[in-house]
């Protein structure tokens, strides 16, 4: 099967997401996979050149090894707002020109500009099309006045879809209020590498490399340092107490890292307030397993993380770690009560409540609880679901093909 997808945010640089995972472990199966991206970080990672030229790397693989994919990155014009509107130019002759040289069997759409030019390319090529919800696009948006344009084209493309796929209840609520068919909406969970994350396979040289002793309480966040996250909240609760052995670790980078620079500064917080950076994936269990608990900090009233289960939640809790979340309606809907997660209703909460845990006993059990939920799901049954899907939506197309 040749699989073309589409997306509005950098395949290397961004995530790891479920599309990575999931493309990948397609690839593994034997289908062949193009992946046209945007490379989303030019403002801040970019060489400072107005134009950016077309790109196409082979043999890409990010998280699974052998799952290789071949990354198509269309030309733009590195200027605020002006890039937006290069990249649908841009994306209008690459998924075309995809279509003739690839012809692929199958488009699967994320996000919405591209997503919105992969359906229109589809339907006159007479194409399947999946629109894939890992999030709620539009407000993702920068700009929010452009954010009823993307609600306006995502409801084009729920409607007209062949398929609509939802990580989560919470976001197939969503889609379906928006007008997706009932009928063509299917929820495929997302999962976790249960091998790569696990804790027996990493019983931790962080601590040691990071100086932090075998008697500290550390709590530990990992993704992009957004300023909704909850970070500086925890992070100045933390100065409240004098405890040295109380430590939080922060594994990423983003729009906040420099603000929590500066608080660690400010509270003379050098040795309880670590951040690492961004780390490679293969990576990332071995500083999970260097935590006491897990944190998802959010806050509740920001409407990007409402309707979301953000990966890291799986990749916590199957390397048992009890997690620490604000009131989040899709993580609540994902895992409800007594699953390892424990609500907390704001970030300001999180620390005495980690303290709480560990004071009474209760991290241990929970993280236990958290493994037992994720290996409900493993990445071969979410591949081999979606695969089943894809090839009952190309005999579909086929079958009513002029």
């Known amino acids: 099967m040749r699989i073309l997808m589409v997306q509005d945010t950098d395949w290397l640089s961004k995530g790891p997401f479920q599309q990575n995972h999931l493309m990948e472990n397609l690839a593994l199966k034997g289908h062949e996979i193009r992946v046209i991206d945007y490379e989303i970080l030019w403002r801040t990672h970019g060489t400072g050149r107005l134009y950016s030229f077309r790109r196409v790397l082979t043999d890409v693989s990010r998280v699974h090894r052998g799952g290789e994919v071949t990354l198509i990155r269309p030309a733009i014009v590195r200027v605020p707002y002006l890039d937006y509107f290069s990249l649908a130019l841009s994306d209008f002759f690459e998924i075309n020109r995809q279509l003739k040289e690839f012809k692929p069997d199958v488009v699967v759409g994320?996000?919405?500009?591209?997503?919105?030019?992969?359906r229109q390319a589809a339907r006159r090529n007479h194409l399947p099309y999946i629109y894939?919800?890992?999030?709620?696009?539009?407000?993702?948006?920068?700009?929010?006045?452009?954010?009823?344009?993307?609600?306006?084209?995502?409801?084009?493309?729920?409607?007209?879809?062949?398929?609509?796929?939802?990580?989560?209840?919470?976001?197939?609520?969503?889609?379906?209020k928006l007008g997706?068919?009932?009928?063509?909406?299917?929820?495929?969970?997302?999962?976790?590498?249960?091998?790569?994350?696990?804790?027996?396979?990493?019983?931790?040289?962080?601590?040691?490399?990071?100086?932090?002793?075998?008697?500290?309480?550390?709590?530990?966040?990992?993704?992009?340092?957004?300023?909704?996250?909850?970070?500086k909240e925890v992070a100045l609760e933390l100065a409240k107490n004098p405890d040295p052995k109380l430590k939080f670790l922060i594994l990423g980078e983003g729009d906040a890292y420099t603000e929590l620079e500066k608080i660690r500064e400010a509270h003379h917080l050098q040795d309880r307030v670590i951040l690492t950076g961004k780390k490679p994936?293969?990576?990332?269990?071995?500083?999970?397993?260097?935590?006491?608990?897990?944190?998802?900090?959010?806050?509740?009233?920001?409407?990007?993380?409402?309707?979301?289960?953000?990966?890291?939640?799986?990749?916590?809790?199957?390397?048992?770690?009890?997690?620490?979340?604000?009131?989040?309606?899709?993580?609540?809907?994902?895992?409800?009560?007594?699953?390892?997660?424990?609500?907390?209703?704001?970030?300001?909460?999180?620390?005495?409540?980690?303290?709480?845990?560990?004071?009474t006993g209760q991290a241990r059990e929970l993280g236990l609880k958290a493994r037992k939920f994720v290996e409900r799901n493993n990445w071969d049954r979410i591949t081999d679901e979606f695969e089943r899907i894809l090839n009952e939506v190309i005999a579909e197309k086929k079958a009513r093909r002029p």
């Open 281 to 359: 994936y293969q990576e990332i269990p071995e500083y999970i397993a260097s935590a006491d608990v897990c944190l998802l900090p959010a806050y509740t009233w920001e409407p990007i993380m409402r309707d979301i289960v953000p990966i890291k939640m799986y990749e916590y809790m199957a390397m048992q770690k009890p997690v620490i979340s604000t009131r989040l309606p899709g993580v609540m809907k994902e895992f409800g009560e007594g699953n390892g997660v424990i609500y907390v209703d704001k970030p300001e909460e999180v620390v005495a409540k980690a303290l709480e845990l560990v004071r």
């Open 110 to 118: 994320f996000h919405i500009l591209s997503a919105y030019i992969g």
């Open 180 to 231: 997706s068919p009932k009928d063509k909406t299917q929820v495929i969970r997302g999962t976790v590498d249960t091998k790569l994350f696990n804790i027996d396979t990493h019983r931790g040289k962080v601590r040691e490399q990071l100086g932090i002793r075998e008697d500290d309480l550390v709590l530990f966040f990992m993704g992009w340092l957004y300023h909704f996250s909850g970070l």
């Open 132 to 176: 894939y919800w890992v999030d709620v696009y539009h407000r993702q948006i920068p700009l929010k006045l452009y954010q009823p344009i993307g609600k306006m084209l995502e409801k084009k493309m729920l409607r007209v879809a062949d398929r609509v796929i939802v990580i989560n209840d919470k976001l197939q609520d969503y889609v379906l």
